[in-house]
């Protein structure tokens, strides 16, 4: 469940939320009208060039049934009072991205289980349909086809791994279970992984039932889906051992002693004195021991030697902007959170009454991440 600047170009609003449609998704689209076009072919072969407008058609449905199933997760996700920062529909379905997850695990349930829902409901919808029409014609071919896959996507979906809806409600009931939102998300990650070999399997396996080599365009279309799904799958047990290491993540665990020069000191002498003090890291002030800047290890390192002399130690600095203070006591995803809304090599870390303290570098809490 892309950011406000989604991929692809923006096709509308609901709710506020903007839509975006990815590039690929015109292309699968292409490929659905081109395999619907034979079936057309065995209704009407009188249809002439309009088959195309037809196939069209049933492909614009088709995606559009999609659009539905991930509304019905932005719409639930919105009557939580949920952020909801973008709808995005691509080559093998669609992606509504939440500014944070839901608070609770029923929460996390009605979020997840709304798209399948919906798809069934179209699905419903396609069945009443038939009933109100003739035994053939493309109207009843297309509704056969709509109400068909809308079946098959829902009940796919339903299936209990990671990152398939059905997955989020199963890590959402083991987490009601347990106690745990981890836990939950951990046998729904190792769930989807397993999802995921068999769906790849499938062709295969039907095929050996079949007593028939397996169809290589389902093969193909399978094994893009299970790489989809192990992908996500191992996205979302990283995200879960990420999330177990939160409550390390502490600023004043972090800090490197910084040590206060003058925007004029050459940096030659700055890092002298660094390295005296033992000190992590640089900060410039002005002629009032403000805090002006943040001196980039980075660009200490990226300068020779011999120029230190004659650099001063405010050419290698990124000004201090009030994004790039971040309170002493800042833990978890709170941090997280500071640092997203500034991305950032170095962050002046002050106490409550606005004293330096120290210099958090991103560098440090990456390597806390690095085995992960």
Known sequence: MADDGGSGIRIGRFLGIPVYANLSLFATGALVAFGFLPRLEQIDPNLGSSKYLVAGGFA??????????????AAVARGFALPVRSVSLSMLGGLTSLGRQPETAGREFAVSGAGPAAT??????????????????????????????????????????????????????IWKL???????????????????????????LIGAQQGSPPNSVFVIWAGLIA?????????????????????????????RPALLVTATTPLAE?????????????????????PTGLVSEASVAATPMER????????VARPIVPELVIGANLVGEALLEAMRRMPATEY??????????????????ERLFSDV
């Open 60 to 73: 614009l449905l088709l995606y559009a049934s999609i659009l539905v199933h991930e509304l019905a997760h």
């Open 120 to 173: 069934l409901l179209v699905a419903a919808a396609g069945w009443v349909g038939l009933q109100l029409v003739g035994s053939t014609g493309l109207v009843r071919l297309v509704l056969v086809q709509l109400t068909i896959s809308n079946v098959l996507v829902g009940v796919y979906n339903l299936l209990p791994g990671l990152p398939l809806d059905g997955g989020s409600m199963l890590a959402a009931l």
């Open 178 to 204: 347990t106690g745990n939102e981890l836990t939950g998300q951990v046998v729904a990650g190792w769930s989807g992984r397993g999802v995921a070999v068999l769906t790849a399997a499938a062709p295969f």
């Open 227 to 255: 790489l989809v799904l192990w992908t996500g799958s191992t996205q979302s047990l990283r995200a879960a051992k990420v999330r177990a290491r939160l409550p390390q993540l502490a600023v004043r665990g972090m800090l």
């Open 270 to 290: 700055a890092v002298r004195r660094l390295t005296e003090a033992g000190a992590g890291a640089l900060v410039v002030t002005d002629s009032s021991g403000r």
């Open 308 to 315: 230190r002399p004659w650099i001063a130690v405010n050419d």
């Open 348 to 365: 002046l870390a002050v106490d409550e009454s606005g004293h330096v303290i120290g210099v958090l570098a991103a560098a440090d809490l």
